[in-house]
Nanobody, 117 residues
Framework: QVQLVESGGGLVQPGGSLRLSCAASGFTFSSYTMSWYRQAPGKERELVAV????????RYADSVKGRFTISRDNAKNTVYPQMDSLKPEDTAVYYC??????????WGQGTQVTISS
């Protein structure tokens, strides 16, 4: 059974940091491109960051570039975004997604991140 389980969300003050985790199981993690998306209330889901199969290629949304760092540990079947210098506009539900070469996709259930003083 395929599972993506996000964790690490919570309430953080502006300027703070948070590291989320997405633990994968039920598929060959190292064969999937991993991404993080987020969805704020009343807004569409947006792509935040992408990481290639070995971690050598990463891409970021302009809104998080320089503040977020995506990484993966294929030995642990886990993908992480390290989120620094957090802003209130980073408040959203964060989702991880696995995308395979056959265009199959898997999504996690999401974890809430709230940036507020």
């Amino acid at each position: 059974q395929v599972q993506l389980v996000e964790s690490g969300g919570g309430l953080v003050q502006p300027g703070g940091s948070l590291r989320l985790s997405c633990a994968a199981s039920g598929f060959t993690f190292s064969s999937y491109t991993m991404s993080w998306y987020r969805q704020a209330p009343g807004k569409e889901r947006e792509l935040v960051a992408v990481i290639g199969l070995t971690g050598g290629i990463t891409r970021y949304a302009d809104s998080v570039k320089g503040r977020f760092t995506i990484s993966r540990d294929n030995a642990k079947n886990t993908v992480y975004p390290q989120m620094d210098s957090l802003k209130p506009e980073d408040t959203a539900v964060y989702y991880c997604k696995a995308a395979g070469i056959s265009r199959n996709e898997y999504w996690g259930q999401g974890t809430q991140v709230t940036i507020s003083s």
